[in-house]
């Protein structure tokens, strides 16, 4: 269903304002050599696939985990538990109490109503598939957020997190979690400050911004431009980083954070995390837990 699925946000541009000096969004060269920063890495996966179909309804099996990794004399160790949950997901309004029952008994507290309670009898299979998708998809989340939200809770080293930050406020307010997003479906500038982000080139980084969400914690974002893009689209090797939103009297020292940030994220870079098809943007302390992941929870 990670293949199949039709939910797939539309490209949007969103402004930002810049928090990092005066005047419009730039191109910064990070010009000190990078330095390894980070001493662990966070990532999720999910799989999810229609187990049965009850008079056209899918019944969908989806399993969520996610893991932290932790570098410990230059090999990669779990820190703590990873977490390995399985569900059964089916929309409860769609099928008989008897059908409802036998799923209920059979899973008991595994069991995901994705309708939650409103009559959706009438749904196409593919409308009542992609809600299910969705809350697999919530439920890899949820795991992430548990993960981290422990280890800014008893580490102080840096954590390295695949996507960003600020759906949990533990983690967006913590000095200690770093967000890096791959994925550029919504893209924080516009107009002249959009030329200058797809323009960046290796090693360079955009002014930080403000990023705000009604329902998310706002956190301090920029790009980097982990890679050469000579000769490739506009999105090669370029990543966007969050950190937590400074408070008033730190605002000045943003920049320098963001390079000693940046300074971090480009020391990953290295060893290449091939044969991902992500390689441009992916390190390879994601890619291992990716692989890790894999092998526990399959």
Same mark, same amino acid.
């Given at each position: 269903?990670?293949?199949?699925?039709?939910?797939?946000?539309?490209?949007?541009?969103?402004?930002?304002?810049?928090?990092? @000096? $005066?005047? &419009? =969004?730039?191109? !910064?060269?990070?010009?000190?050599?990078? /330095?390894?920063?980070? *001493?662990?890495? +966070?990532?999720?996966?999910?799989?999810?696939?229609?187990?049965?179909?009850?008079?056209?309804?899918?019944?969908?099996?989806?399993?969520?985990?996610?893991?932290?990794?932790?570098?410990?004399?230059?090999?990669?160790?779990?820190?703590?538990?990873?977490?390995?949950?399985?569900?059964?997901?089916?929309?409860?309004?769609?099928?008989?109490?008897?059908?409802?029952?036998?799923?209920?008994?059979?899973?008991?507290?595994?069991?995901?109503?994705?309708?939650?309670?409103?009559?959706?009898? @009438? $749904?196409? &299979? =593919?409308?009542? !598939?992609?809600?299910?998708?969705?809350? /697999?998809?919530?439920? *890899?989340?949820? +795991?992430?957020?548990?993960?981290?939200?422990?280890?800014?809770?008893?580490?102080?080293?840096?954590?390295?997190?695949?996507?960003?930050?600020?759906?949990?406020?533990?983690?967006?307010?913590?000095?200690?979690?770093?967000?890096?997003?791959?994925?550029?479906?919504?893209?924080?500038?516009?107009?002249?400050?959009?030329?200058?982000?797809?323009?960046?080139?290796?090693?360079?980084?955009?002014?930080?911004?403000?990023?705000?969400?009604?329902?998310?914690?706002?956190?301090?974002?920029?790009?980097?431009?982990?890679?050469?893009?000579?000769?490739?689209?506009?999105?090669?090797?370029?990543?966007?980083?969050?950190?937590?939103?400074?408070?008033?009297?730190?605002?000045?020292?943003?920049?320098?954070?963001?390079?000693?940030?940046?300074?971090?994220?480009?020391?990953?870079?290295?060893?290449?995390?091939?044969?991902?098809?992500?390689?441009?943007?992916?390190?390879?302390?994601?890619?291992?837990?990716?692989?890790?992941?894999?092998?526990?929870?399959?």
């Amino acid at each position: 269903m990670e293949v199949a699925s039709s939910l797939v946000d539309a490209p949007r541009l969103i402004s930002a304002t810049v928090l990092e @000096g $005066s005047g &419009p =969004l730039r191109a !910064r060269r990070v010009f000190q050599t990078p /330095v390894a920063g980070f *001493r662990g890495f +966070l990532d999720g996966t999910q799989r999810s696939v229609v187990a049965a179909h009850l008079h056209g309804v899918p019944v969908v099996h989806g399993t969520a985990a996610a893991v932290i990794r932790e570098r410990r004399n230059r090999r990669m160790h779990s820190w703590s538990v990873p977490l390995v949950e399985m569900r059964v997901y089916a929309p409860r309004e769609a099928l008989s109490k008897a059908e409802w029952g036998t799923l209920s008994s059979a899973y008991r507290d595994r069991l995901v109503d994705t309708t939650d309670g409103e009559a959706d009898t @009438g $749904s196409h &299979p =593919l409308a009542l !598939r992609d809600a299910a998708f969705h809350r /697999v998809q919530a439920h *890899r989340e949820a +795991l992430e957020h548990r993960l981290a939200e422990r280890w800014c809770a008893t580490e102080h080293d840096r954590l390295f997190i695949d996507g960003g930050i600020s759906a949990s406020e533990t983690v967006a307010v913590s000095s200690c979690t770093v967000g890096v997003v791959k994925s550029h479906r919504t893209l924080y500038a516009e107009g002249a400050a959009l030329q200058t982000v797809l323009g960046l080139g290796h090693r360079e980084r955009s002014s930080v911004v403000r990023i705000t969400s009604p329902r998310r914690t706002s956190v301090a974002s920029w790009y980097l431009r982990l890679r050469d893009p000579a000769g490739r689209d506009p999105m090669w090797g370029l990543v966007r980083a969050e950190i937590a939103h400074p408070d008033p009297a730190e605002l000045h020292e943003i920049g320098q954070r963001a390079d000693e940030v940046s300074r971090w994220i480009l020391a990953e870079t290295s060893p290449l995390a091939l044969p991902d098809a992500r390689w441009d943007k992916m390190v390879y302390g994601i890619r291992d837990c990716e692989e890790f992941l894999r092998a526990v929870a399959g």
